[in-house]
Nanobody, 123 residues
Framework: VQLQASGGGLVQAGGSLRLSCVTS????????VAWFRQAPGKDREFLAG????????HYSDSVKGRFGISRDDAKNTVYLQMNRLKPEETAVYYC?????????????????WGRGTQVTVSS
């Protein structure tokens, strides 16, 4: 099973990006998926998570109201729409999959990780 994150790039402050996370696993439809980010010298930070059925989402306070997580089970893909980006949000963004259906905030709860995609926000 592999996760592949994509969609990162360079964007100006205030701009938007949409990240995608494609999985090759059969357990995708029964698993919660979340997005994290990690800046140099900092811990990995939870951003958003979505329940296996797509009906429950959870956001960190730092991105609530600006980011949106969604999933398309037909495409085995989870998306992260990021709006009003800030320079301090420059980081590598990762998607991760749990073995259970409910999204949680701790990185150790997630057993599968993608390689990450770089997001750079210029001021």
């Amino acid at each position: 099973v592999q996760l592949q994150a994509s969609g990162g790039g360079l964007v100006q402050a205030g701009g938007s990006l949409r990240l995608s996370c494609v999985t090759s696993g059969r357990t995708f439809t029964t698993s919660a998926v979340a997005w994290f980010r990690q800046a140099p010298g900092k811990d990995r930070e939870f951003l958003a998570g979505i329940h296996a059925n797509g009906g429950i989402t959870h956001y960190s306070d730092s991105v609530k109201g600006r980011f949106g997580i969604s999933r398309d089970d037909a495409k085995n893909t989870v998306y992260l729409q990021m709006n009003r980006l800030k320079p301090e949000e420059t980081a590598v963004y990762y998607c991760a999959q749990r073995s259970g259906p409910y999204p949680t905030t701790g990185p150790l709860d997630y057993i599968l990780w993608g390689r990450g995609t770089q997001v750079t926000v210029s001021s």
